[in-house]
């Protein structure tokens, strides 16, 4: 007997249409010819590789881009045809499986390139490589013009690799200021001009670029990540958006257990919890396991279109809830998401956790099952 089935109640379900909606208002801001980079990774953003690029591509996105090699062969096992970019540094030893299965890399250093080359000097296919300019981002890239023409260079004299593509990442596209982000533009502009041949894919813009900043930069394609997903990159870019983006991703469970507790009795370790009057409490089977981590204690959850807080220490597995009164085993609870009226978002989450919402959904580990509508 194959069990198909998931038994816990628990789960991430992901709305793939609103994916679909983001991706054709997003296209719309762009001039025809430009391409569109949908950013897949860390399992797209937690919402689940597979499925998000599938919906990206039918909606107009026509390449993939990724962190991780291994994030690239999940992909690749699943996509024949598109093109898949992975952003981050590769260790030379992946050279090889990167040109046989048409996965284009980033070229950060001429170093890199020459340790790579004796891994791909006898592949049938040549590696393919996008330069990664660092224009002020301080991650990975070449910070000058001299180590760009080095590299450009390295790539030229080195067997059956090609130079396919440039681009550089900003630091503070999601920011009204543009002193940072014009000082990275105009370095990036100089070293796309002192390449002696334009390559075919030019990009520079993540979605806060390209939501906020100048069209011009919209040069080959555009990468885009967190606006797919229906977030805002910052609440700067979140007051300006020249569409609603659709969020995407909900989190629920169901009540697996209700009581009534009396004045005095306490919930979850530590008896951090007492309550003070007669009072019912609902057991939700999600905990710190499952992303749902400890700083999380006294946020609010969505039951009966109401909110209601989890009371007490999360557990690995289980958390509580105050409830106004009894409710049947099964009842919805939405942890993140819209119930009734009111919703809860993952920048709430954000706000609660001292974070940012691209953290949100990352943290929501593998043991939540994500599940399609
Ligand atoms: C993650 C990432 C993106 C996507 O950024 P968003 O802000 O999510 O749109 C684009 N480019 C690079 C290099 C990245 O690492």
């Known amino acids: ?176 200021d543009n002193s940072y982000f014009d000082r990275q533009v105009q370095f990036f502009e100089k070293c796309v001009t002192a390449l002696p041949e334009k390559p075919r894919l030019v990009h520079a813009s993540n979605t806060a670029t390209s939501l906020v900043k100048d069209a011009h930069l919209q040069f080959d394609a555009v990468r885009y990540g967190i606006s797919m997903y229906g977030l805002s990159p910052s609440p700067y870019v979140e007051s300006i958006l020249p569409f609603p983006l659709q969020p995407a991703f909900s989190l629920e469970s169901e009540l697996v257990h209700v009581k009534q507790l009396q004045a005095g009795d306490s919930v979850g370790y530590g008896a951090t919890f007492e309550a003070t009057s007669d009072m019912w409490i609902g057991t939700i089977p999600v905990g710190y396991a499952d992303g749902v981590i400890r700083k999380l204690g006294g946020q609010e959850v969505l039951i009966d279109g109401q909110r209601m807080p989890i009371v007490g220490r999360i557990c690995m597995d289980q958390c509580m809830v105050a409830l106004p009164k009894a409710y049947a085993i099964g009842e919805k609870v939405t942890l993140i998401g819209r119930q009734g009226q009111d919703a809860i978002s993952m920048n709430e989450w954000a706000a609660k956790l001292e974070t940012i919402n691209y953290e949100v959904p990352c943290i929501i580990t593998a043991r939540v099952p994500r599940l399609y509508i």
């Open 1 to 176: 007997m194959k069990i198909q089935q998931y038994f816990r109640p628990t789960k991430a379900v992901v709305d793939l249409q609103a994916i679909q909606q983001n991706v054709i208002n997003l296209k719309k801001l762009l001039q025809p010819n430009v391409q569109i980079i949908a950013v897949v990774k860390a399992n797209a953003y937690g919402h689940g590789d597979v499925a998000v690029a599938k919906a990206a591509l039918e909606a107009g996105a026509t390449m993939l881009a990724v962190a991780t090699p291994d994030e690239a062969l999940h992909i690749r096992a699943h996509f024949e045809e598109p093109d898949i970019l992975i952003l981050g540094a590769s260790p030379v030893s992946f050279a090889p499986y990167a040109a046989q299965q048409r996965i284009i890399l980033t070229a950060f250093a001429s170093e890199w390139v020459q340790q790579a080359a004796p891994f791909i000097a006898d592949e049938a296919n040549p590696l393919r490589l996008h330069i990664k300019v660092d224009s002020g981002m301080g991650r990975i890239g070449v910070r000058s013009e001299q180590e760009l023409l080095d590299l450009y260079q390295t790539i030229q004299n080195t067997v059956n690799v090609e130079l396919d593509g440039i681009f550089t990442h900003f630091a503070t596209a999601d920011e009204e």
